[in-house]
């Protein structure tokens, strides 16, 4: 990994949001974390509180542990995991590049894995699906301020020959930590039918909820 | 901005107001309250929020084991939440066949109430490929940690309360979730297919499921 460009990563990344969230996430108190890590609980509690930064050893542990805990397994096999899943997962990164798709994006969609990977969501998609990944970036999403989102719309997908599908999808998002320390998007989701969608609409009262790991 | 700290040297000052100040708000409480748990006055609690006064070291460590308790939450509680959050259909199975949650999901596409599904076991809610599949995993050894992931095409048959079958076309995909009790719990997800991507699915596995063991 070259120092300079995981110095540059480094400074989007918003330390006591990242250390929380993976902290509850995985369940684990203070004590636990700060044992896992070799230093003392009120460091977590610094770090958490934004009184102090980790060092650089720690933020690499940290994006470490995030695969070596819980049921994830090992990063590249996973990868390949969410690929070959039957429900809709996609991974996609701060400039809203498509890095992977599920086998239910490619079927519920009715496309093959090369029109939609590696490919920006803004030339896919239209409408409120574009609308929950700027709502995601401008709340600090990449920087790993928010734990989790729930959001309900109208996915509107730009085919290649030029037309456009629509249907109703409810979504899940999550963070992911991947390699030089950045963040990517965790979307899943399902296509709905319209009333089941407006009974989400009513339930969230907009478009999107947004739980901050703060 | 933040003082830049080196992991191992914790010899820096611990900046206690801010601390509190920051549990208390998290918490959306008053100073009355935070006194009132840690046993002293507001306007103690006034006056360490402050700076003006610092806690004893006593009340310090009294202080750490409350953020401690309040920055918990139970284990493992984030993971099922996400779960049955989902907008796909997941489940959590246990090894005598009982589903411990299903998702939003799985509740939408067979259209039911959670208390129907939570707390029942598989043989009682499914016909067929349901029940040869935990069957299948179960006799492979999933619930003892031998299995890695399991992928499977299955002709879903439920049966309602009332009697009447619900039935679908899923492909599924299958792993364990060591769980907090040091047992395995079955991780189930899928969604639900057309008939030919069934049959496509089937001659891809070489049958009902593959099974992938653990190295």
Redesign the interface.
Known sequence: MSTAQSYQDMQTIHWPSVIRHFRVSKGLKQAALADDLGVTQTMISRWEAGNADPSAKIRNRLFEMFWTMGSLGPQESWMDRTRLHPSVIGVIDSQGRQIVASRGVLRSLDVERNEVEDRLFSDMYSGDLIEVFETLKSEGFFEGRISSAESVGKVEFKRLDGRVDTFWGHGLHRPIFMPNQQIHWLASGAAISEQAALDVREKLGGLMVIKKAI | M???????S?S?T??WA??LR?HRL?QNMKQSALAYDLGVTQAMVSRWESGKAEPAAAMQKRI?EM??EA?????????RE?AS??????AVIDENGKGELVS??VL?ELNMDRSELQGTAISELFDGDMVSLFEGLKSSGFFEGKVD?V?SADYIQYRKRDGSMVKFH????H?P??DEDGKIRW?A???R?SED?FLSMRQELGGQMRIMLAE
């Open positions: 933040a003082a830049h700290e080196d992991d191992g914790d820096g611990v900046h801010s601390i920051q998290s750490e953020l401690d920055d918990m939450g139970s284990p493992m509680v984030a993971w996400i959050q989902q907008p796909a259909m997941v939003t999901g939408r992931m992928e899923a492909h599924g995909l792993w979730h060591l991780v997800s899928g969604a297919v991507e």
